[in-house]
């Protein structure tokens, strides 16, 4: 008989001494994430493209709760390569729960303008990703490990112009319910969490979004009158590693804005 999943405090202090594999940890929420993370006393292993970016990143979470230098390291690389993914789970060693926010949404365009040949490339590599690193990821995990993935509720709203994007983003929910029930026998959970407007770097690189002004602007119209902030996002990737009754969830922050 298979032994269950253990019970513990699912508060995030429960995370002292595990090790995270930030995947996309160089800024915005996985940045959070591994600031909240080095806070609570967990070992972080930030993954990103930018050498530069991932030390200066690195920097910033160790001065989070100041330690020895092996409880913050990096790993450059496309997280959707599977040489990356195998050198930052050797450089890490034992791995108790991988969080990702790498990627991004291209490919955008009206279906009649969007070539064959864009199409299959916006879907190879977006839908791609997430299978990379789950399969690295499983491979790996010990029980009561986690896998937790991010979304966008452009998936449940989606405009005009984004059909080939968000029909690639939108895979990796469906690969959560999945791999929930597939990888439940070896008691690893997978989540996803569905992001609203967060300001980070990347909502800041969108046009009139960046100023203070533009953001408090797109945010006026949303529930709770604000955007959210990156470390707002990420204490929910903290909640689902340390909730150990949670799994196959989509579960959304956004501050109500689906709800407008």
Known sequence: MTTPIPVRTPLPA???????????????????AGTLLR??????????????????AAGHVRA?????????????????????????????GEVQHVYSTAGGIGGAGL??????ESIRETLA??????FAIARAAAARLPAGGSLTFSSGILVER??????APLTAAGSVEIL???????????????????????????????????????????????PLGRVGTAQEAAAAALFCMAN??????IITVDGGESLA
Not at 158 to 163: A, D, L, T
């Open 244 to 249: 150990n009754y949670v799994t196959g969830q």
């Open 176 to 222: 959560t319910k999945a791999l929930a029930v597939e990888l439940a026998p070896s008691r690893v959970r997978v989540n996803t969490i569905r992001y609203g407007r967060i300001d980070t770097p990347l909502l800041r690189s969108l046009p009139g979004l960046d100023s203070d002004e533009g953001v408090a602007a797109a945010g006026a119209d949303a």
């Open 111 to 116: 279906l009649k303008d969007l070539t064959s």
């Open 158 to 163: 989606p405009m005009p112009g984004m059909s």
């Open 14 to 32: 429960s995370l002292a001494g595990s090790t995270v594999l930030l995947l996309g940890g160089s800024s915005g929420i996985g940045l959070a």
């Open 125 to 130: 590599q977006a839908a791609w990703r997430p």
């Open 64 to 92: 989070a709760a100041p330690s020895g230098e092996d409880d913050v390291l990096t790993a450059a690389g496309d997280a959707g390569d599977e040489r990356t993914l195998d050198q930052a789970f050797e450089r890490a």
């Open 39 to 56: 806070q609570v006393g967990a070992r972080v292993v930030l993954v990103g493209r930018d050498p530069e970016r991932l030390k200066a």
